[in-house]
């Protein structure tokens, strides 16, 4: 990627494509052996695992919005924090703070580490697990 403001908008993209649902933006944003890291279970996930993991999140939402978007840009990469507003389907609204660190190589996310409060993740799973 060529500077900072390339790199700022292949993070807005990417987070775009996820609030929008689509998954094969997303699959292309990834490099084919990215490692995915959440601090929740202290996990690495491929890209397939993640893909897969998004997809029912698309499923379980009426919506997904990221709010108070802050990008910072560094050499290879860039880190996001924000507050990702989620709305069941039984109208239940959540807001998921995080911190996404993304290391890009030839314009492909090859490590995305997430940083989310796990009790508010709990509270997201929940209705999952009770289907």
């Not at 029912?56 to 050499?75: D, Q, W």
Request: proline fraction near 4%; hydrophobic fraction near 40%.
């Amino acid at each position: 990627m060529a500077g900072d403001n390339d790199m700022a908008a292949f993070a807005k993209a990417f987070f775009d494509a996820i609030e929008a649902g689509d998954i094969d933006t997303v699959r292309a944003s990834y490099a084919p052996n990215v490692a995915i890291w959440h601090n929740t279970d202290e996990l690495e996930n491929t890209r397939d695992e993640n893909l897969l993991v998004l997809s029912g999140l698309i499923k379980r939402t009426r919506s997904r919005r990221y709010e108070k978007r802050r990008v910072n840009v560094f050499p290879g990469g860039f880190v996001q924090q924000h507050e990702l507003r989620i709305v069941r389907p039984d109208d239940v609204e959540l807001t998921l703070p995080a911190c996404i660190i993304c290391r890009v190589e030839n314009g492909r996310i090859v490590r995305l580490d997430e940083y989310f409060d796990s009790a508010r993740v709990e509270q997201l799973r929940a209705p999952a697990r009770a289907a």
